[in-house]
């Protein structure tokens, strides 16, 4: 049962959740400018940008309502909403993704830029001399480098959509390859749950849930414990079908271009 002093924490993170939304709204409003969206500039405009019930009128939802948003009030805003703001107040992509997650709501357009990655950041993978790859936010692999090809024996080459959960847990390979691998594996899939969040429900992400749940009872028998631990980094061991035994400090970044994505470095080290 949590105690008091934990549901107090949560409390008080949702509320500066709630009122750092309507500080990033308010100032999303007021840079942009009547002129732009076509409406008219009016005589009296006492406030910078666009009026509250500007914004409103052009997302279809009432002004009493973008009001409560603006304010903090503890309501809960759809996608939809989320997105219509978004289009209004003309967000780049990390404002966009920022909106969503203090929303907690899944952008509806995740999928169009989920299989892209910023031009040339392949290329930056490529020149990184220790084992490197980017994952997504369903953990499909869209970059990684030479070093990376050799130490996984050439996965993910040889997997038509890789994707590092289905490599750990569906491909036999990794049994072989991943030192101590039943631990590791048990861990990825409490990481994978802290990454994964209130994005459970998109399609992809619940197709291969769906898939990993039926296929692999480690997978099945740890997704139902419920348990949430941060992807940490630390030692990684492998034995390589060549190069023996094989020790690395792993290393993960989230991409300020794609805040779902995420780079993991594996550097050579000793046990």
């Known amino acids: 049962m949590p105690s008091a002093k934990s549901t ?4 008080d993170s949702a509320s500066s959740r709630r009122r750092a939304l309507g500080d990033f709204l308010r100032s999303a409003r007021e840079r942009i400018t009547p002129q732009s969206l076509g409406l008219p500039v009016g005589v009296r405009r006492r406030t910078p940008g666009l009026r509250r019930e500007e914004v409103a009128q052009l ?7 973008y009001t409560w948003i603006e304010q903090g009030r503890e309501i809960s805003i759809s996608a939809t909403v989320c997105a219509r703001l978004a289009t209004t107040l003309r967000l780049g992509r990390a404002e966009r993704h ?3 997650e203090l929303a907690e709501a899944t952008d509806p357009d995740h999928d169009e830029v989920a299989a892209q990655l910023p031009p040339g950041l392949s ?7 220790a084992p490197a790859y980017i994952l997504d936010r369903t953990w499909n692999v869209l970059a990684r480098n ?3 090809l050799r130490l996984f024996d050439g996965w993910p080459d040889r997997s038509a959509e890789p994707n590092l959960l289905r490599y750990i ?6 049994r072989s390859l991943v030192m101590d691998w039943e631990q590791r594996a048990t861990r ?3 990481e994978f749950r802290a990454d994964v969040g209130a994005h459970a429900d998109e399609p992809e992400l619940s197709a291969l849930l769906d898939e990993l749940l ?3 009872r480690v997978f099945e028998q740890w997704w139902g414990r419920q348990t949430v631990v941060e992807r940490e980094g630390g030692l990684r061991s492998f034995n390589h079908p060549q190069d023996g035994i094989l020790h690395f400090q792993q290393f993960t970044f989230r991409l300020a271009v794609r805040p779902d994505c995420k780079l993991v470095m594996l550097i050579p080290g000793q046990s």
């Open 188 to 190: 990825v899939v409490s």
């Open 214 to 216: 039926e296929e692999s």
């Open 123 to 129: 290329d930056c993978v490529q020149s990184i001399a």
């Open 98 to 100: 920022y909106l969503f």
């Open 146 to 148: 030479a070093a990376l």
């Open 169 to 174: 847990f569906l491909d036999p390979a990794a």
């Open 59 to 65: 997302c279809d939802i009432s002004v009493t309502w």
């Open 8 to 11: 107090s924490q949560g409390i």
